[in-house]
């Protein structure tokens, strides 16, 4: 933490960038500032409580200093080990999966205020914030009762990662994406899936990060290889796929050698900053910058890029689909005025916003876009709970939530289901994903938002 800040006040760049869309880079100027100032160092205290302060959400320009400070929250957690209530907030998979099996009886009982609330204040959770009520059936469940679970022969065919937020806690999410699927012609398959990642990466727990991380690697490029197109619905399971796992695996010995760069050289392909042929540098002046040593470097580099490279989020698959005049065409008419707000983990994967194309194909609703560039929900998946964390929050949530104000639509719609949790948390109006709406649409004669 202590290089992040040497790094970021040599900088100065995101003292101004990120000063309203951040909480993390305000405190390191803040702190860096008031060192300066007043010549006593910045204590092992603030730097731990300043990492915490970091939600990942990809918006800042340098890779390498958001890793770093994920970096610094695992060697914590390694040295001090993590608190139980910690563990129970991060681990979205293992409280999914906890209450899927659940009776129903103790579902509806802690679904009730009292003890809801007793257990969210055994989480760490802010007494403000209202723990996700847990579903009858996951959608887990629902694909194996379904046979999704099975390998269909017809194709087109996909292989759907749901991820644990929409497979535990909103399983109307996954069931709405089989349903657009289906209806466009395309068979599902749900293959044996862990969560993503994130959540315990956020956390510091790289043990059950990586185990689970590996685990979905080998899992979807097996059923890459048997022809099935790979999707997910989930923006933040596709920028940890997409973005988060291959970074630095250029710089791998393997992926070298297949660039074709020599004994003394280090070829960067121009393709990661978004242009084409690869930049030529000296291998002695920068052996020791340019090196696959990040996050996940443990995985065979090729592998990564490769996931990254065959997953597709779900609303640029249906694009492709449009593009390729191989969508449905019949929506049914919705009436009504939707907000869409697409997600910093959306927009970090550079698809465009291709919902906003989709669901202005509906007959009758009105889209509003709502955000920037640099507009983030605050929220950071589990962290928005926590007690410490919740003010700040709220608080970098705010000029966003005022542009959905501005709109005052029948319902705010968007593809990340920690925005929906913020946005439900702040926000008066129904909270839909866009596949839900496209759901509806198809679904002839409901016309209810």
């Known amino acids: 933490m202590r290089s992040v800040v040497d790094a970021c006040a040599d900088c100065d760049v995101c003292r101004f ?3 309203e869309s951040c909480l993390f880079f305000p405190e390191l100027y803040r702190l860096y500032d008031q060192e300066k ?98 579903p009858d059936e996951s959608f887990f ?13 017809r194709t087109p065919r996909v292989a759907y990662f749901a991820g644990c937020t929409a497979g535990y806690l909103f399983p109307e ?27 315990t990466l956020l956390e510091g727990d790289d043990q059950t990060t990586l185990q689970r991380a590996e685990t979905n690697l080998n899992t979807l490029l097996a059923a890459a290889r048997e022809g099935f197109d790979i999707v997910c619905s989930c923006p933040t399971c596709g920028f940890l796929m997409t973005s988060l796992l291959r970074e630095r695996a250029v710089y791998s010995a393997a ?35 340019l090196k696959d040593d990040g996050y996940f470097s443990s995985f065979d580099p090729l592998q990564r890029i490769a996931l990254s490279e065959t997953m ?27 907000a869409y707000y697409a997600p910093c983990h959306q927009r970090e994967q550079g698809i465009g916003a291709p919902y906003l194309e989709l669901l202005s194909r509906i007959p009758g609703l009105t889209v509003e876009p709502v955000g920037g560039a640099m507009d983030c929900c605050g929220m950071g998946g589990s962290l928005g709970f926590k007690k410490d964390f919740h003010d700040a929050s709220v608080r970098l949530a705010k000029p966003l939530v005022r542009k959905i104000q501005a709109v005052a639509p029948d319902a705010v719609v968007t593809d990340c289901l920690s925005c929906r949790l913020q946005f439900q948390h702040l926000l008066p109006y129904p909270v839909r994903h866009p596949l839900e709406i496209l759901a509806r649409a198809y679904r002839a004669g409901d016309p209810e938002i």
Not at 174 to 198: D, H, I, K, T
Not at 312 to 337: F, H, I, K, T, V
């Open 312 to 338: 597709l989020d779900m609303g640029a698959y249906l694009d492709g689909l449009r593009q390729d005049g191989a969508l449905n065409a019949g929506p049914g008419e919705l009436s009504g005025r939707v």
């Open 141 to 153: 469940a629902w694909a194996r009762r379904r046979g999704l679970d099975r390998p269909p022969d």
């Open 255 to 289: 992926c070298q050698r297949l660039l074709g760069a020599g004994a003394d050289e280090i070829k960067v392909p121009e393709a990661e900053r978004g242009g084409k042929g690869a930049a030529c540098l000296k291998k002695s002046m920068y052996e020791n910058i």
């Open 37 to 134: 100032d007043t010549g006593v160092p910045i204590g092992e205290n603030a730097l731990s409580r300043l990492s915490d302060m970091c939600t990942l959400c990809g918006l800042c320009p340098c890779p390498d200093i958001r890793m770093k400070v994920i970096q610094a929250k695992t060697e914590r957690a390694r040295a001090r080990g993590m608190p139980l209530s910690i563990k129970l907030l991060a681990d979205v998979q293992r409280f999914g999966q906890i209450g899927a099996r659940a009776p129903k009886m103790l579902k509806s009982a802690l679904s009730s205020p009292p003890l809801c609330g007793m257990a969210g204040k055994a989480a760490g959770v802010h007494p403000e914030r209202s723990l996700p009520r847990l």
């Open 17 to 19: 960038l990120m000063d």
């Open 173 to 199: 999410v996954a069931r709405a994406a089989v349903a657009v699927l289906e209806r466009n012609g395309v068979s599902v398959f749900v293959p044996p899936q862990q969560c993503c990642g994130m959540p």
